[in-house]
C-alpha cells in the first residue's frame, strides 16, 4: 500500500512567483491535512479537506493561499506571489475518518525555497 | 486552546543509554496523544499513540504513558541506538482532527 505521495519534494521560486504543491494521499483515505513547518518550529495545521470540499482552513493565510482537493486527482496547495516568508517545507497527511483516535499518515514534504 | 510544551533540544548521548524527553499538554476534554518522529529530510513517521487515559504506546522499544492527572506523554527508551538520531514530535488531536505538535526534540545517539 503506497504512502502519501507528495512532489515536488524540492521547489525553488523567486519572489512573486506561484508555486504548486501536490498531495495524494494514501489508498482508501478521503481526509487530507495540510500542515507547515518553518524553520526551528514544529508543524502548524493550515487546512483540512475531503473530496471536493475544504472543512477547514483556519490556519491559512487569509492571502495569497489556496487549497483544493478534486473529485479526481491530487490535492493541491497554491501559494501566489510568493514572498521569503513562505520558504517552508510543507506537509501532505491522510486519513481515513475525521476521528480524534485516528492516525494521520504524512507524506516526505516539499521544501519550497523562495530567492 | 490546545497546545504541546516538550523538552527542547538537542539531546546528545551515547549508544545503549536511557532516552527520556518530556511532554506535557493542554487541551480540553479527552485528547489523543501522539509521538511522531522525523528523520533528517524526510516526512513524520508515527512512532506510537494512546487514545485514553492510563494507555501505553509503545513501538521499536520506545513508550509513552498517557498520564491524565499530570497532563504528560514522556516518551522513553531503555537503550538507544545510533540509528533512533531524529527530531521527535509530541503531538495531541483534541476534540477535532487538528493535530496540534510541540517543537519538536533533536536527538544525536554517538556510537
Known amino acids: 500500500n503506497a504512502g502519501v505521495m507528495q512532489n515536488p519534494r524540492h521547489l525553488v521560486r523567486r519572489r512573486g512567483q506561484e508555486a504548486r504543491l501536490r498531495c495524494s494521499p494514501m489508498k482508501g483515505h478521503s481526509h487530507v491535512y495540510w500542515y507547515r513547518q518553518l524553520p526551528e518550529e514544529g508543524l502548524k495545521f493550515m487546512v483540512y479537506?475531503?473530496?471536493?470540499?475544504?472543512?477547514?482552513e483556519s490556519g491559512m493565510p487569509k492571502e495569497r493561499f489556496s487549497a483544493e482537493f478534486p473529485k479526481e486527482g491530487p490535492s493541491i496547495l497554491r501559494i501566489q506571489q510568493v514572498v521569503r516568508g513562505d520558504s517552508a517545507a510543507y506537509f501532505c497527511?491522510?486519513?481515513?475518518?475525521?476521528?480524534?483516535?485516528?492516525?494521520?499518515?504524512f507524506g516526505p514534504g516539499t521544501r519550497l525555497t523562495v530567492l | 486552546g490546545d497546545s504541546v510544551t516538550q523538552m527542547e533540544g538537542p539531546v546528545t548521548l551515547s549508544e545503549e543509554a536511557f532516552l527520556t524527553i518530556n511532554c506535557t499538554y493542554t487541551a480540553t476534554g479527552y485528547p489523543s496523544l501522539f509521538w511522531y518522529v522525523q528523520y533528517p529530510g524526510e516526512g513524520l513517521q508515527l512512532l506510537l499513540k494512546?487514545?485514553?487515559?492510563?494507555d501505553k504506546g509503545s513501538n521499536k522499544g520506545f513508550e509513552a504513558t498517557y498520564r491524565k492527572e499530570t497532563t504528560s506523554f514522556h516518551l522513553e527508551k531503555g537503550s538507544v541506538q545510533v540509528s533512533d538520531s531524529a527530531v521527535y514530535f509530541c503531538a495531541l488531536m483534541g476534540s477535532n482532527y487538528k493535530l496540534t505538535f510541540g517543537k519538536g526534540t533533536l536527538l544525536t545517539v554517538n556510537p
Open positions: 494512546a487514545t485514553k487515559a492510563d
Open positions: 497527511a491522510s486519513s481515513p475518518r475525521a476521528d480524534h483516535t485516528d492516525t494521520q499518515y
Open positions: 479537506l475531503q473530496k471536493e470540499n475544504i472543512i477547514d
